[in-house]
Every structure is written in structure tokens, then in C-alpha cells.
């Protein structure tokens, strides 16, 4: 028989350790150390705790661990730990026969209110009762065709600009100044423009910018879908 909590302690400052230090290394608690070293078991959680402790703390200091265990044992514990006894519990079965039974009853229900309604719709039901299929070839509303006339803005920036707009087949549909800031809009597969100065002339073509040529102080262009070009012979 040795005492245990002195012997811990020698242990300990044979080596010039401190408690934090222990504390850090074994991760135990100080306070917990300190009543190892002074045998104050009863402020430990459990017996299990005090076990674990003073074999870990022991093996730390480079003693036996199970001899301070078993020492712990013979002086402090009378008897290990024991869960009591909890009676498993069993579920009742309950009884589905009458469930079971219900839910064929239904089933078989469900199956003949559908087969009736199946017979009185083709008895009854015309030639006609079959529902048009929708052609969906046919273009969607709200969607322009892609052969429909382009949207053309000519828009003047930075300055006004003298403009003249004619159709594919010539025909006049504009002439005139454009004011800085100011938008005219037309709506064609093709037109012939003639701008003055060219540089103050900005093209949207279905809300997307389109690249203008520049050049000298007029400029003939050709606005279609695809974009802006210097029109032929200009």
C-alpha cells in the first residue's frame, strides 16, 4: 500500500513540472489534478473519471498507470458500477386483419366507380369528344416571324444630321434634319439612307446597335436585318 496522491505529487516535482503544464499535456483539468494529488476523490464526477485520471496523469509523469488503478480500487471501491436493469419494452401487435380488410373494400370500390364511369363515356360519348390537337407549326403569339420587317431607329449623337430614307424600290418615306438626341423609326426589310455628316448618325436594328461605316462629309448606306453597309457606287 503507498499513498497515492503524495506520490503523484513527488512524481511531479521531481521533474520541476507545474500543474498548468500537466494540465496542458494531459488534458485534464487542474482542479481535478490537484484533488489526485490531494486524494480528494469525491470532487471527480464519478469513480470512472477518477480511474481514467490517475492513469492517464500517472503514465504521464512516467509512472505505472494500473498500479495507481488498482491501488485506487482496493482502498476506495467497493463494488463497479452497474446500469440498472431497464425491462425492454415489446410492441403490442395490433391487429390489421380488419384494417386489411377495409382497404381491399376500398380498393374494390375505387376499381368499379372507375370502370362504370369508363363504360357511360364510350356509350354515351359523340364522335366529336376527341380534343382538337393543337397545331404546333403554327407561330406563337408575341413572337415575331422570321420573315417580318426589321425595327430601324436612326438616332443623331454628338450633332444634328441631314437624312434621307428611301425603300428598297426607291420610294421617299424621309427627308429631313434629325436634331442631336432626336430618333426616327422605321419599319423595313431594306432601306437606302443618305447621311449628313455620317458620324452623328447612330443605327439600332431590333434594339441591338449596329456598326455604321464612316466616311467623308456624306455617306450612302444599306440598313437590312443582318446590318449596315456603304450602298454600291457610293
Known amino acids: 500500500m503507498f499513498e497515492i496522491g503524495n506520490s503523484l505529487r513527488e512524481a511531479r516535482l521531481r521533474q520541476s513540472l507545474e500543474l498548468t503544464e ?3 499535456a494531459t488534458k485534464i483539468r487542474g482542479k481535478y489534478l490537484r484533488a489526485l494529488e490531494d486524494e480528494q476523490f469525491d470532487l471527480l464526477p464519478a469513480q470512472t473519471y477518477v ?21 485506487y480500487n482496493s482502498r ?3 463494488g463497479e458500477d452497474e446500469l440498472p436493469y ?8 395490433h391487429p390489421r386483419r380488419r384494417s386489411d380488410s377495409k382497404a381491399v373494400v376500398y380498393a374494390l370500390t375505387g376499381i368499379a366507380v372507375v370502370t362504370a364511369l369508363v363504360i357511360v363515356a364510350w356509350r354515351y360519348g359523340g364522335p366529336d369528344d376527341n380534343p382538337a390537337i393543337p397545331n404546333l407549326a403554327q407561330p406563337q ?4 416571324s422570321p420573315t417580318a420587317a426589321p425595327s430601324i ?6 450633332g444634328d444630321s441631314l437624312v434621307t430614307v428611301r425603300t428598297a424600290r426607291g420610294k ?8 442631336s438626341g432626336r430618333a426616327e423609326h422605321f419599319t423595313s426589310k431594306r432601306l437606302w439612307v443618305s447621311a449628313r455628316p455620317p458620324a452623328t ?3 439600332t436594328i431590333n434594339g441591338k446597335r449596329a456598326p455604321t461605316p464612316r466616311g467623308g462629309t456624306a455617306q450612302e448606306l444599306i440598313i437590312t436585318a443582318k446590318g449596315v453597309s456603304v450602298a454600291p457606287g457610293a
Do not use: N, S
Request: no cysteine.
Open 201 to 203: 448618325l447612330r443605327v
Open 141 to 144: 403569339p408575341g413572337k415575331p
Open 86 to 93: 431497464r425491462p425492454r419494452r415489446t410492441r403490442t401487435p
Open 172 to 179: 421617299q418615306v424621309f427627308q429631313g434634319t434629325i436634331e
Open 76 to 78: 476506495y471501491v467497493t
Open 51 to 71: 480511474k481514467g485520471f490517475l492513469r492517464t496523469y500517472a503514465e504521464w509523469l512516467g509512472l505505472d498507470g494500473q498500479l495507481y488503478v488498482d491501488e
Open 22 to 24: 500537466a494540465e496542458l
Open 153 to 158: 431607329v436612326l438616332r443623331a449623337v454628338g
